[in-house]
């Protein structure tokens, strides 16, 4: 069975500061994707990462995947207060199908 | 058209009320999901649909009832619920090559009273 964590689960940061979010996903999995919410919101789609070694930035937040060490990381660079929210990465079940298992998401909050 | 919609926003009902949530999207997708998701929880996921037939049913209870009468539309049909079903409910599509990619709704917010 598919399980997938993430650490930190709870993130206060300075603005200006670096950090990156890590999730592991337990069993060969092809796809892994990232996921925004903010509070009462839906989830926002970040990044799709399709294969081993795949690099994705878009603003700030840069994602990478490592399919030997099953392992992702989504990284903050020069946190904004705007990036405040919970993100979650998701991996899917097995190589076929649509079916993600989600880890426990992280709540960023960015501090002035 | 990049949007999933849903309606309604909101939802109150009682235990022994019959309503039903509703989900369009326009992408082409041939994917669609309902996801229910409590507060502080990543989502759960409750069906899928392909190609407008149910592919997965994650033993979710029969008062939850799930219908897609085209490509684009996709219903939850909700009967005697339970306070406990209260939660946002989310609906995603996604395309079914390469990415899977799922776009979500805004979801319902459903209290059950």
């Known amino acids: 069975e598919l399980k997938v964590e993430q650490n930190p689960l709870f993130l206060s940061m300075q603005e200006g500061k670096n950090y990156t979010i890590y999730c592991n996903y337990s069993?060969?999995?092809?796809?892994l994707y990232w996921y925004r919410q903010d509070p009462g919101k839906s989830l926002e789609s970040l990044f799709v990462?399709?294969?081993?070694?795949a690099v994705k930035q878009e603003g700030r937040l840069m994602a990478s995947l490592d399919t030997k060490a099953r392992l992702s990381t989504l990284h903050i660079t020069a946190a904004v207060h705007d990036l405040s929210a919970t993100y979650f990465c998701a991996a899917r079940r097995g190589t076929s199908g649509s079916r993600l298992t989600f880890g426990e998401g992280t709540q960023l909050t960015v501090n002035p | 058209d990049t949007e999933v919609t849903q309606t309604p926003k909101h939802l109150v009902m009682g235990m022994t009320n019959k309503k039903s949530l509703k989900c369009e999207q326009h992408?082409?997708?041939?994917?669609m999901y309902w996801y229910k998701q409590k507060a502080k929880k990543p989502p759960e996921l409750m069906f899928v649909y392909s190609y407008e037939k149910l592919s997965i049913n994650e033993s979710v209870p029969s008062r939850f009832s799930p219908e897609c009468p085209n490509s684009s539309l996709l219903n939850l049909h909700l009967h005697a619920l339970q306070p406990e079903d209260s939660a946002l409910y989310l609906c995603?599509?996604?395309?079914?090559?390469?990415?899977?990619?799922?776009?979500f709704g805004p979801g319902t917010r459903l209290t059950v009273t």
């Open positions: 990462l399709l294969s081993n070694g």
């Open positions: 992408m082409g997708h041939r994917a």
């Open positions: 069993t060969t999995s092809d796809r």
């Open positions: 995603a599509s996604s395309p079914l090559i390469p990415t899977y990619e799922q776009y």
